[in-house]
């Protein structure tokens, strides 16, 4: 059955500084993967989409990397802000009708 | 705001009673999930609707549950005789027919069984 490692529960980082976050997946092939935010009692808000032939995706101050030789995604937030603490979730396609997420890691940006 | 509603927003019932959960998803989109979330984890798939059909079913939906879509709108989540194991976060989400794979959610609702 499907994976996915999220790479830790909580991450905390300088204002201003670069947060990185993992997914690492297994037993799978996704055509495509999204990661969310969430807030806390809030549903998750997408924010991303990468394809299995796309190495990159960027939107503002967010980017994503997608290898499908390592099974892993980066999500990367620059120049971050406090604004930017949340849960993040990668979630795969399953080629059914529905997404796979994974546990998420809670980022806190520090002032 | 245009966006997915659900009710009600949090609902505390004592074990045994059923409940029924409403989402009305974003007026164009013709596809509808129901995902369930507990505290620490991320959603996980429960069903699934195309327009009215209810296409798909995770194994994690027991028969105690059940779900509709009558008119291909808005869908219920019902819930037979609540079990404390039943208490977590229900999420809804809608997906565009031409861009299916981006899943808008609503806020949840927040079911604790006592």
């Known amino acids: 059955s499907q994976k996915i490692e999220q790479n830790s529960e909580a991450l905390n980082i300088q204002e201003g500084k670069t947060a990185t976050l993992t997914c690492n997946y297994t037993n799978y092939s996704p055509a495509y993967l999204q990661w969310y935010r969430q807030d806390p009692g809030r549903g998750p808000v997408f924010l991303l989409l990468i394809r299995e032939n796309e190495k990159e995706k960027r939107k503002e101050r967010l980017k994503v990397t997608f290898d499908t030789t390592l099974k892993q995604s980066l999500f990367h937030i620059t120049a971050s802000q406090p604004a930017d603490s949340a849960t993040y979730l990668c979630a795969l396609e399953t080629g059914a009708n529905n997404l796979f997420f994974g546990t998420g890691t809670r980022l806190t940006v520090i002032p | 705001d245009t966006g997915v509603s659900q009710d009600p927003r949090h609902k505390i019932t004592k074990r045994g009673q059923n409940v029924t959960f409403r989402c009305d998803p974003i007026s164009e989109h013709n596809r509808l999930y129901w995902y369930r979330q507990t505290l620490g984890q991320g959603p996980e798939f429960l069903t699934y609707f195309q327009n009215e059909a209810q296409l798909e079913k995770s194994r994690l939906l027991s028969d105690r549950f059940s779900a509709e879509r009558p008119k291909g709108s808005f869908s219920t989540l019902e819930i037979q005789r609540t079990e404390q194991g039943d208490s977590a976060m229900y999420l809804c989400?809608?997906?565009?027919?031409?861009?299916?794979?981006?899943?808008?959610f609503g806020p949840g609702t927040r079911l604790l069984v006592l």
């Open positions: 989400a809608s997906s565009f027919r031409r861009s299916q794979e981006t899943q808008y």
